[in-house]
């Protein structure tokens, strides 16, 4: 894991930055954790760093059980309760959540963090989306919050690596096949890992069909408009999980 141009490993380049972008007014880093293996790196390098940090999970209230029950090994996470559950937005709303609606990563995922530069273990290798991310750069939607990103060129392989070298414990998920470790029946991560945690997560499944029923009724009680794919909740829940991905924006007209 050494760099080519440096011959420091990816380990200290990752440590230094850290220490070069702490905070000077002695507020510390907000340490944005999922629990995934991502954050279970990040989190031990803050430590190692010396650099002082405070740890924040965001409970969705649609995370896989096995990964809540890891995140509570860790005293010192502050679990960050929402004021609404994923179930109660979909009503209010009257839409599921969507690639292109996606309301619960901004009122459920991204929380907290204001005023404070942020922690993540986002990295260039997840997605062509976030190859196009910088090390440090502010947040979009809030200019008061900016982002670091220590891990940013490591690979897979790398993240792995570190985890086993130093002994650091994971969720149990990721020993079952699962690749990456988000809120379950997630729309972005495609039809196949929807229908996957439908059957690994049953009740959570059910509560989403519960919630596309009572949307549908929230959509009726207020005069807007329901199509066919989205005249029952049934329907709705239906064409969720199975929609080709190039029907996704059509939501974006029927929800507005």
């Not at 502050?78 to 959540?97: A, H, V, W, Y």
């Not at 939501?251 to 507005?256: A, G, L, N, P």
């Amino acid at each position: 894991m050494n760099d080519l141009f440096t011959g420091k490993s990816k380990e200290e380049i990752a440590i230094e930055r850290l220490r070069s972008f702490e905070p000077k007014d002695g507020t510390g880093y907000y340490c944005a954790f999922s629990g995934g293996k991502d954050s279970i790196v990040i989190y031990d390098l803050l430590k190692k760093s010396g650099c002082k940090f405070d740890t924040h999970y965001n409970f969705t209230t649609v995370d896989p059980p096995e990964l809540v029950k890891f995140i509570k090994t860790f005293p010192d996470v502050s679990i960050d309760r929402p004021n609404k559950s994923m179930f109660q937005l979909i009503t209010e709303k009257g839409i599921l959540p969507s690639r292109v609606i996606r309301f619960c990563c901004s009122e459920l995922k991204e929380r907290g963090g204001a005023n404070r530069f942020v922690v993540v273990g986002i990295r260039w290798a997840e997605s062509y989306g976030r190859s196009k991310r910088k090390m440090v750069e502010a947040c979009f939607s809030d200019s008061r919050k900016f982002y670091i990103r220590p891990i940013i060129d490591w690979s897979d392989e790398d993240v792995w690596n570190y985890i086993k070298e130093n002994k650091l414990p994971y969720c149990s998920l990721y020993d079952e096949g699962h690749k990456r470790i988000g809120c379950v029946m997630c729309p972005m991560a495609g039809k196949k890992q929807m229908l996957r945690d439908e059957k690994r997560w049953p009740k959570i499944a059910k509560a989403y069909l519960n919630s596309a029923i009572k949307a549908v009724e929230t959509r009726k009680r207020k005069g807007l408009e329901c199509k066919d794919d989205f005249s029952t909740g049934e329907k709705l829940y239906h064409w969720w999980i199975h929609k080709p991905p190039k029907q996704d924006p059509d939501q974006t007209v029927m929800f507005e």
